[in-house]
């Protein structure tokens, strides 16, 4: 696959596409039917602007669409209300109006604030993601979840806002820091796990293109991931069925993240390591079939992901951390399970102690 794609999220009249190429951030094709003349506020951090932001500028430039800027520090530690209300100044100041346009022009910590700004402003202003992650160009830029960190938990206050439009451009993927771009490929794998298998034996024939980047590789492992993540967005926005199955791996990942203070893997590194336990768990509970976690653990050692885990964390305290999750009831934890790779289901209801009774101790330190 090469040149441009284009992948439809179908919400009605919230309908928008997902563009994606190498170079397509700077190609005013893309851009020349979907901005106006009333002004663009682009956010952006202080280690992404000075990479790209230039190619940004030069097409809102030829397309004579006056633009300012606010750049941010760069950090999860800065998703918050402090640096939502930086956005909501500039908008102020540049006196924004109705059809003023957002561009995030970033990751994922970025197209969350930027995000979360342009839904509250004015009660909602139009919002362009331009995702130069892989995490948020197959996941984080594509369905409209917004939202800053509170210092009890991330992404606790935020807003479902659909962006108007999403450009990902794969050349950006080439400055990013090599465990930034292998995290993200978690997130890929979790689409193949949950829904498509025949994507998951391409990821484990084609690692090494992967690996060394690829263009053609790329633009298909992008392309294919925000097909997916298009067709669970589109037939469940708000997350009141299928989209949870895109949590697969989050519970166990989140645990794992809480536990140790978020400071020794990266979301993707977490959720790639949530997904394998999921899957252990999974087979010892007869629910998913036989080989499944052996072919993850395959694919995730290709990828070179670390799958060890600290001594000091046991099934009990990552059970009780599972406890306290969004998705946890009095019932029982809610997860999410293959059946077999590209079949993921929700199950119901596991208990605290059943939990502890098949839980994959062999993936313990
Ligand atoms: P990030 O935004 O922090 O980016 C990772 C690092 O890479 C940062 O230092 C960033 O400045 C740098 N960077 C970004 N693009 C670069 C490039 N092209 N070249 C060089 N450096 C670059 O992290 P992320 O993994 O993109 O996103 C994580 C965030 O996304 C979390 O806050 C998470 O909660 C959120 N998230 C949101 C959704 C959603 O649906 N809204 C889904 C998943 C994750
Ligand atoms: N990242 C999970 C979702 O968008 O629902």
Redesign the pocket.
């Known amino acids: 696959m090469s040149g441009i794609d284009s992948v439809t999220i179908k919400l009605g009249t919230a309908s928008y596409p997902v563009i994606i190429g190498a170079g397509v951030l700077a190609d005013e094709r893309v851009w020349v039917s979907r901005l106006n003349a009333d002004g663009v506020l682009i956010v952006s ?1 202080s ?2 602007a000075p ?2 932001l230039a190619r940004l500028q030069s097409v809102l430039e030829k397309l004579n669409i006056p633009h300012q800027l606010c750049i941010l520090p ?3 530690q800065y ?1 918050t209300l402090t640096t939502w209300q930086q956005i909501i100044d500039a908008l102020l100041n540049m006196r924004a109006n109705r059809k003023t346009t957002v561009i995030a022009l ?7 604030i930027a995000g979360f700004a342009a839904a509250c402003y004015m009660r909602g202003i139009r919002v362009i993601q331009v ?3 892989l ?2 160009q197959v ?2 830029a594509v ?1 409209g ?2 939202g800053v960190n509170m210092p009890v938990g ?2 606790l206050v935020g807003a479902f806002h659909q962006p108007a439009l999403v450009v990902a451009d794969i050349d ?2 080439s ?3 090599e465990r ?1 771009f292998r ?2 490929i978690a ?1 890929v794998i979790k689409y193949g796990l949950i829904m498509d298998a025949g994507f998951f034996d391409w990821l484990q024939n084609n690692t090494d293109a992967i690996l060394t980047k690829d263009a053609a590789a790329l633009h298909y492992m992008v392309a294919t991931s925000v097909a997916h993540k298009a067709s669970v967005v589109s037939a469940d926005a708000h997350e009141q069925g299928q989209r949870a199955l895109l949590n697969f791996g989050h519970t166990f990942g989140h645990a794992l993240e809480t536990l140790t203070n978020y400071s020794k893997w ?3 590194e977490a959720v790639a390591i949530g997904m394998l336990l999921a899957c252990a768990y999974g087979e010892k509970t007869g629910r998913t079939a036989p080989e499944v976690t052996a072919k993850l653990n395959q694919l995730l050692g290709k990828i070179q992901f670390d799958i060890s885990i600290p001594e000091d964390i046991t099934a009990q305290n990552m059970i009780e951390t599972m406890r306290s999750d969004k998705k946890a009831s009095y019932a029982g934890l809610d997860l999410i399970l293959l059946e077999s790779i590209g079949a993921a289901v929700i199950s119901r209801g596991h208990r605290p102690e059943l939990l502890l009774k098949d839980f994959p101790m062999e993936y313990l330190g």
């Open positions: 951090n280690t992404i990479l790209y760069d950090g999860e998703k970033g990751g994922g910590v970025i197209g969350d995702p130069t992650t995490l948020a996941d984080a369905g979840k917004t991330k992404n950006t993927l400055s990013l820091p930034e995290a993200g997130e990266l979301h993707g």
